[in-house]
């Protein structure tokens, strides 16, 4: 077991005992509705509005297919499931990939302009219950995502490679605290035109395994969150511990009035395979148009990229990015 192993493994458990612990002093401090006393409804500032019109229920019955979830998505985290485009400019630090013909590594090493490109969608499938005194709303979702990047410099405008995210969350929020407990599969795939040039005969890694994030509402706009993730089966050379922390400032999460919000949000993530950080952050502003959110932000990355393939090669990037949030 190495050092990060011993680092990374106590630190998945204390956030599950912060975030256990937290929303039990919670649930305890609420009104009881047996007690005769008036039920004092949720707060529910501190809860994210769907930009989508709701005809979510409030009361306590198992729901199917509601819009709203417990557990808002990471903002930064850049293999998050969402509709995003972006044009940045990358470097990429890689010098030589096992098996590869040397001279078609050329087209990947040093700057580049490159098409980042993430499609995913995600329904919170059944809700067993709503947020109210006393108890959390929690919900089950599924989730499928393809994340893909593609060289814009070269006259064959490369397919680089595609990362597939499928994956189960369980989702659970109170009075400002979230939680969400998922199990996951991802796929990292070489594209076509790169696959061709390397002169590779396996183009595929692939992992199974649990991602857990905790989250503190501080006031309703500002959320940070911590969390990790075990993966019990993979490929050589991807990691199985992983911790992840990260901040976000987004008014419109929060916000039913106006058309304009700022937006700040920042991702960290460290694995026992590099013992790096890797980070990704992002600023700019949301927009509402016709009940649909569009961020229009400036998006950085430094540290391990974060195109699968290349997970244990240090990557960073610049560039302009617009999320949809339908």
């Known amino acids: ?20 612990t937290s929303a039990t002093a919670h649930a305890q401090s609420a009104p009881d509705p047996d007690a005769g006393s008036e039920p004092v409804a ?13 005809s979510d229920s409030t ?12 557990f808002a998505p990471l903002i930064a985290d850049p293999l998050e499931t969402q509709i995003r485009g972006s044009i940045v400019s990358a470097d990429l630090d890689v010098e030589e990939i096992e098996g590869a013909d040397p001279g078609g590594l050329e087209v990947l090493t040093g700057r580049h302009a490159e098409a980042d490109v993430a499609v995913g969608y995600r329904q919170n499938v059944v809700q067993f219950q709503s947020e109210s005194p006393g108890r959390p709303a929690i919900a089950l979702a599924f989730e499928v995502g393809v994340f893909t990047r593609f060289l814009l410099d070269t006259p064959e405008k490369d ?3 595609a990362d597939f ?9 109170y ?15 070489f594209g076509d035109d790169i696959f061709s040039r390397l002169g590779l005969t396996n183009a595929q890694v692939t992992f199974d395994g649990f991602q857990l994030i905790a989250a503190r509402r501080l006031i309703p706009p500002v959320r940070l969150y911590v969390g990790g993730s075990f993966n019990f089966h993979s ?18 999460a929060v916000s039913r009035s106006g058309h304009v919000w700022p937006l ?18 992002l600023a700019g502003a949301t927009f509402r148009i016709s009940g649909t959110r569009l961020q229009l932000s400036v998006r950085g990355h430094f540290g391990p990229s974060t195109i699968g393939k290349f997970r244990n090669i240090d990557e960073n990037f610049i560039g302009l990015g617009l999320r949809i949030i339908p």
């Open 59 to 70: 009361d306590g019955g198992v729901r199917w297919f509601q819009s709203r979830e417990p």
């Open 264 to 281: 700040v949000a920042a991702d960290f993530r460290i694995t026992d395979e590099t013992e790096r950080v890797a980070g990704t952050a």
């Open 159 to 161: 397919f680089i490679s």
């Open 1 to 20: 077991m190495t050092t990060s192993q011993r680092h990374i493994g106590p630190a998945l458990l204390g956030a599950l005992w912060w975030l256990a």
């Open 235 to 252: 490929n050589p050379g991807v990691e199985e511990l992983a911790a992840q922390w990260g901040v976000e400032w987004d008014e419109s």
């Open 175 to 189: 009075s400002g605290w979230e939680g969400r407990v998922e199990i996951l599969h991802m796929s990292s795939h």
């Open 42 to 54: 949720p707060d529910s500032a501190a809860r994210p509005v769907s930009a989508r019109p709701s």
């Open 165 to 173: 995210r499928v994956g189960l969350p369980f989702q659970i929020a």
